[in-house]
């Protein structure tokens, strides 16, 4: 677990100065004015669990690097306190740091830093090395690791000769090699192509669900974020000005500044069910008459509606037109119309997958939960709300 | 203007290094004596060996580095050193060059490191070596002479002092230029201080470092044909001969040895930082 409290970071050789006109409330760009001195990192405060990606989103200048830098202690924090397992970062002496840095935690950069002079097998075996592994025992892990993250057979290659993903695929499996329990990746993907780009999410997706990492993640990118993170901070100015699960930030942006950060994201990969679903307040019962479903229809102006049993359970729906039509004869029971082909979902599928499904049918997509209770229902209308940014309330119609 | 008394910088130069005499001439007697027994084993075997061995060695090293153009040029112009009967000066030579080039790696390489490292010691470092090159190089002979005498000794001596600046510098340069993301690398994995050095910085560093070495092999055969003036001997020896009998032929001759003796040196360490 990693506990950051009060982080400030400020860049120059005045920082107590500093400190105290932050103290004052004063804004960076006047700290700036006033002592020429830049603040970093402003005042941060988060807490990641184990095995939680948790993302750092914000322009470039937000603050991002520096804030990750101050965890493995690359850049040393002006106040306030990491805790890696209540182990103070900030504090501790240098030999306990390349201890931690050794065997606790591993970086992926931005722009890879392969060393040129060695191998992709000498590469990805740079921290066993420093560990001071011995190379045959080395040789199993990097293998692996190099299998993992599908570079085998060019073990023997230059980084020159592989390609921008390729390299990266280098970082991680180096990042990897010497099991940490902590990935810190700064714009890990911010250098390859949209394409491999997404390559690359999936399979670090795939590699978070095989190791359970405890990852940070920076990027500028939203949909990015959305993909890889559990949760996300959003910075701007060296401050985190929201944080929390995807859906959060999309849906209720905490300021003007995160509103206009969200507004061009492909939302639909963020976006849940359940997050864009209305309550399905219209049901019946099987053993209500047609007559009754038939008024509840006819007042909400719907043309289908939803059938539980008594215990909340969805049996299907029935139509608006075959309710008149059994009233008309004169039938009491709604069984026989109760029709059970209606699309579902989970409260937690992505959006992404739905929106096919909507195209095709008629009827509201029902989102129910595991025991198959009706939870709500997809409507176009929230859902398009949704997508476009804000979300009204709406009928199930 | 002629009011003030005239500044008594000669003498307080004198004064300064009788007082280094005293006090540090014992140090540098032992120290001398070091160096005239490794720098003479060098010449005596440099000389004892077949001077076609000499010749194929160096060709096969200068094909490796350089070329066949190289090569070619090397095995003609030893040769022709050889039949002009230059070989054993030109030895004395050599000798003294990698003695003395020696030296300035052994010493320059960790001063370049230094700088690189601690500001301060940049700080110290750098005008002193701004200094030191702006220089004429045979100024460097005169202190030489008080501690060590004439000879070959005072002469690798001044060589190494004066051939030693492009080694630290290129070496701070070399350090300074490994990117920021490589030092963040090695630090992230928990790197000490000597891994990130011998795992990272210097191999980074190295094309950097060996340019700087090639520099100093060509500023230390410039300076130790000079330093033939305080008894040096080698090539610079007859040339330093032949100016004062005005024999221009012998002058010529060596010169040309001196010439070729450069190029190849040059050509071949030219291409030490390329090759992986
Ligand atoms: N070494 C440094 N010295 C002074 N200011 C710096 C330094 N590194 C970063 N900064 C400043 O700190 C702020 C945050 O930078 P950074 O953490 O790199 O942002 P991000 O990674 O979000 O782009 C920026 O204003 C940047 O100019
Ligand atoms: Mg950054």
């Known amino acids: 677990m990693i506990e950051v409290k009060n982080l400030i970071k400020v860049y120059g050789s005045n920082t107590d100065k500093v400190l105290e006109l932050i103290e004052k409330g004063m804004s960076n760009e006047e700290i700036k004015n006033k002592t020429k001195h830049v603040v970093g990192v402003r005042d941060v405060s988060f807490t990641v669990e184990k095995g939680e990606s948790f993302v750092i989103m914000g322009l470039s200048g937000s603050g991002k690097s520096t804030l990750l830098r101050c965890i493995n202690r690359l850049i040393k924090a002006s106040s306030g306190e990491i805790l890696i397992d209540g ?74 000769n592989l390609s921008g993903g390729m390299q990266q695929r280098v970082g991680i499996a180096r990042a990897l090699a010497t099991d940490p329990d902590i990935l810190l990746m700064d714009e890990p993907f911010s250098a390859l192509d949209p394409l491999i780009r997404q390559d690359m999410q999936d399979e670090l997706l795939d590699i978070q669900n095989k190791l359970q990492k405890t990852i940070i993640f920076i990027t500028h990118d939203l949909d990015e974020a959305l993909k890889v993170g559990d949760r996300i901070a959003l910075m701007k100015d060296g401050c985190i000005v929201q944080m929390g699960q995807p859906e959060d930030i999309l849906l209720s942006p905490a300021t003007e500044y995160v509103a206009r950060f969200v507004e061009n994201v492909n939302r639909s990969l963020a976006l849940t069910a359940s997050s864009v679903m209305v309550r399905p307040r219209y049901v019946v019962h099987p053993k209500d008459g047609p007559r009754t479903a038939l008024n509840f229809m006819e007042k909400h102006g719907l043309s289908t509606l939803f059938v539980l049993d008594r215990l909340g359970k969805l049996k299907g729906y029935i139509k608006a037109e075959d309710a008149s039509d059994i009233a008309s004869q004169g039938i009491k029971d709604l069984g026989g119309i109760i029709q059970t082909d209606m699309p579902t979902a989970g409260p937690d599928s992505p959006l992404a997958g739905l929106l096919e499904v909507m195209a095709y049918t008629k009827v509201p997509i029902a989102v129910v939960d595991e025991n198959n209770k009706l939870q709500g229902a997809l409507v176009r209308g929230s859902v398009i709300a949704g997508l476009a940014g804000g979300r009204g309330e709406m009928n199930n119609g | ?105 052994i010493i320059g390489v960790p001063l370049g490191i230094l700088g690189a490292k601690n500001n301060t010691a940049h700080r110290i470092i750098m005008p002193i070596l701004d200094f030191m090159q702006t220089l004429p190089a045979f100024v460097y002979l005169l202190p030489a002479i008080p501690f060590f005498g004439l000879g070959v000794v005072p002469g690798v001596i001044t060589t190494i002092i004066f051939a030693m600046p492009p080694v630290i510098r290129l070496t701070d340069l070399g350090l300074k ?28 560093a190295r094309s950097t470092i060996l340019a700087g070495i090639n520099q100093c092999i060509m500023l230390s055969l410039s300076m130790v044909v000079i330093a033939s003036m305080i008894g040096a001997k080698g090539l610079g020896g007859v040339v ?37």
């Open chain 2, 177 to 204: 230029q490994v990117p920021e993301e490589l030092i963040e690398l090695g630090k992230s994995f928990g790197s000490t201080f000597f891994q990130m050095l011998l795992k990272i910085e210097l191999p980074l």
């Open chain 1, 87 to 160: 182990q103070n970062i900030i504090t501790m002496s240098g030999k306990d740091l390349e201890e931690i840095r050794q065997h606790r935690m591993a970086m992926v950069f931005q722009r890879f830093a392969l060393l040129p002079h060695r191998t992709i097998l000498d590469n990805v075996g740079y921290g066993l090395e420093i560990q001071g592994v011995d190379k045959r025992k080395r040789l199993d892990k990097v293998l692996e690791v190099i299998e993992m993250v599908g570079l085998k057979g060019w073990e023997n290659s230059y980084p020159e």
């Open chain 2, 1 to 105: 203007m002629d009011s003030i008394p005239r500044i008594p910088l000669g003498e307080w130069t004198d004064n300064f290094i009788t007082y280094l005499q005293i006090n540090f001439g014992s140090g540098t007697q032992a120290f001398s004596d070091g160096l005239e027994s490794l720098i003479k084993g060098l010449q005596g075997f440099l000389i004892s060996l077949p001077p076609e061995l000499v010749i194929i060695v160096v060709a096969i090293l200068a094909w490796w580095l350089a070329g066949k153009k190289i090569a070619l040029f090397t095995v003609l112009g030893l040769f022709f050193i050889y039949n002009l009967g230059l070989w054993s000066v030109t030895m004395e030579t050599i000798a003294m060059v990698i003695s003395a080039v020696l030296f300035c790696m």
């Open chain 2, 240 to 276: 330093w001969r032949a100016i004062q009998t005005l024999k221009m032929g012998m002058g010529f001759e060596a010169g040309v040895a001196i010439v070729i003796i450069a190029i190849i040196l040059d050509r071949i360490t030219q291409n030490l930082g390329k090759s992986k």
